[in-house]
């Protein structure tokens, strides 16, 4: 079995509960009339319009592109809401073109207490976003500082040269704002090249991140370690193809706040649109 698979395989086998897709939206077409009083909504029920020409779809199926929620467990009065504004005017079959809006929803009075809007963040093309979701494992940064994450997805559809990678943003509570800490650090991906019946070289890299003891500027430093796998497959003398595993390689980074934000180790940066 090639790398590629294993990895795939690897990945939904240890799907943490704290980052798994959650559907808590509830009442979607409420929560959106409340964030946006002068969206207009659709005759079918299933999307809104902001003037000029953004959308903001309630459900978009499997795709990523409609309304995500989830309740966050360190302050379970509070729900978490990603809103992909598309702007429709822009978009087209080859991609999309928007932003996300972050909220944080008092789940009692269902009133929106912060909001932070993302520009960009829902744009893609070849390389298409396959999945937006929240992570809520626990960021501790500081005692009585808990981060949630935002996860997003993208990948190719290319079958010689594959392509995916899955980045994550960490998010506080500071006062009466929402704050961006860490924009963008890669946690998952694969790629490589091959002849798309065998032959090929892939790898496949995964990191984890936990908080240190030690601080700077108020916050805990982070270590993340990158474990890295590569796969050279080929056919055997029957035409059989067979993985050709090379030994995996760990590195470990320390990404220390900055007093504004956790700078992403360069070898770490999103590759993608």
């Known amino acids: 079995m090639l790398l590629r698979t294993l990895f795939l395989g690897l990945a939904a086998a240890t799907l943490s509960p704290a980052w798994a897709v959650a559907d808590d939206c509830g009442d979607a077409a409420a929560l959106v009339q ?13 999307s809104f319009t902001l003037e000029p020409h953004f959308s903001i779809a309630l459900t978009d199926g499997d795709t990523p592109f409609g309304l995500s929620c989830k309740i966050w467990p360190a302050h379970d009065d509070l729900l978490l809401v990603a809103v992909p504004l598309i702007d429709s005017a822009q978009s087209s079959d080859d991609g999309h073109v928007g932003d996300i809006e972050l909220l944080v929803v008092d789940r009692n009075s269902q009133r929106v207490r912060l909001r932070l809007l993302q520009p960009g963040l829902i744009t893609d093309d070849a390389i298409a976003i396959r999945k937006v979701e929240f992570d809520t494992g626990r960021y501790r940064l500081a005692p009585g500082v808990m981060a949630f994450g935002l996860r997003i997805e993208i990948a190719n559809h290319s079958q010689a040269n594959p392509f995916s990678e899955t980045d994550l943003r960490l998010y506080v509570l500071a006062g009466d704002a929402l704050r961006l800490v860490l924009d963008g650090l890669v ?20 990191v984890s991140l936990a908080m240190s003891p030690t601080s700077h500027h108020g916050y805990h430093d982070m270590v993340a370690l990158e474990r890295t796998q590569t796969d050279d497959p080929s056919p055997d003398k029957d035409g059989e193809c067979q993985s050709h595993p090379g030994k995996p390689v760990k590195r470990t980074y320390r990404p220390r706040y900055d007093g504004n934000r956790y700078p992403v180790p360069e070898a770490l940066k999103v590759m993608g649109p």
């Open 34 to 46: 409340q964030a946006y009083p002068k969206a207009r909504k659709s005759a079918d029920g299933t």
């Open 187 to 206: 946690v998952a991906g694969n790629g490589g090249e091959g002849d798309t019946n065998c032959a090929g070289s892939f790898r496949s890299t995964e």
